[in-house]
């Protein structure tokens, strides 16, 4: 049920939402929209690159710019996957935020699912018409601003390792301005959820 103040809606039963797509495309525009809307915790592969025990780790990629390893980043979706089930098996809803390119990472989202009963939405945002030049100069600007957030260059190397989604993920076309993007999101959810 939805509470026109704080625009907060309850959720019935406890729900894992994960949000992929190639870097840059809006994954965590949704992904804190979703939070936001249920009050629930979003966890990130972005917030892992200056975690504690990964800093270390990611440093000589976040200063080249270089896509990590696959090794580390499978080790970063095994963090992801048990941060989000320590909230699930406490009856809490969470959303993961995450590139999810290929099927191996994707797996991780899967496995949560089955071992703690929840429901799924899955939900993959695509380009849409959002042209690369608008998407390389606001990730440039991104991370200008939050050396967090993955370098532009990275971009262009993610199409070839980005494996298709399958179909039981919603696809939502990101065609330019956030408040359109936004709608989307929110009428899915309505259709969907609500």
Do not use: C
Not at 3 to 18: G, I
Not at 20 to 39: D, H, L, N, R, W
Not at 128 to 143: N, P, W, Y
């Amino acid at each position: 049920m939805a509470n026109r103040k704080s625009r907060t809606v309850k959720l019935e039963k406890p729900t894992l939402f994960a949000v992929g797509g190639i870097p840059g495309v809006g994954k965590s525009t949704v992904a804190k929209q979703i939070a936001t809307t249920f009050k629930i915790k979003r966890f990130t592969t972005d917030n892992l690159k200056l975690a504690k025990q990964f800093r270390r780790l990611t440093a000589p990629y976040r200063k080249s710019g270089a896509m990590f390893p696959p090794s580390l980043r499978r080790r970063f979706y095994r963090q992801l996957a048990d941060w989000g089930e320590t909230e699930l098996r406490r009856g809490r809803s969470v959303v993961l935020d995450a590139t999810f390119s290929n099927a191996k990472l994707r797996s991780v989202v899967y496995r949560l699912v089955k071992v703690t009963n929840v429901r799924p939405m899955l939900i993959e945002i695509i380009k849409g018409e959002l042209k690369d030049a608008a998407m390389i100069s606001r990730m440039r600007r991104r991370h200008r601003a939050d050396h967090r957030a993955t370098p532009p260059m990275v971009y262009l190397t993610y199409y070839r390792y980005h494996a298709p989604f399958p179909r039981d993920w919603h696809r939502i076309s990101n065609d330019g301005t956030k408040a359109e993007l936004k709608k989307k999101v929110t009428d899915l959810l309505k259709k969907t959820l609500w």
